[in-house]
Nanobody
Framework: QVQLVESGGGLVQAGGSLRLSCAASGRTFSNYAMGWFRQAPGKEREFVAGISWSGGSTYYADSVKGRFTISRDNAKNTVYLQMNSLKPEDTAVYYC??????????????????????WGQGTQVTVSS
């Protein structure tokens, strides 16, 4: 089992920034690919960003490319999502997720929520206009 706890959400004005953190515990963090997903009210959960075990490969949804950055610190068992130039349409509950790195070799694996075995409880991000 891997336990994931997100933090860093909140209310921010459009154009502002937030950094989300996801702390992992339970198993060797560096064995896992990590992803960030989000779900807005009345919408399906969608992929935001993914990162390989080493941080050497990163993937982004087109809607956040150039504004969001995913990173990880394996020594701290933590993955981050730096969100800049936030827009009202970024408002959602943000979830981090983990899956064994062996499952992931191409972009599609990272964007597919069903490839992830473990999920956090989510953190709310609200962007006001």
């Amino acid at each position: 089992q891997v336990q994931l706890v997100e933090s860093g959400g909140g209310l921010v004005q459009a154009g502002g920034s937030l950094r989300l953190s996801c702390a992992a515990s339970g198993r060797t963090f560096s064995n896992y690919a990590m992803g960030w997903f989000r779900q807005a009210p009345g919408k399906e959960r969608e992929f935001v960003a993914g990162i390989s075990w080493s941080g050497g490969s990163t993937y982004y949804a087109d809607s956040v490319k150039g504004r969001f950055t995913i990173s990880r610190d394996n020594a701290k068992n933590t993955v981050y999502l730096q969100m800049n130039s936030l827009k009202p349409e970024d408002t959602a509950v943000y979830y981090c997720a983990a899956g064994p790195q062996a499952y992931y070799s191409v972009r599609y694996h990272y964007t597919n929520q069903y490839k992830y075995d473990f999920w956090g409880q989510g953190t709310q991000v609200t962007v006001s206009s």
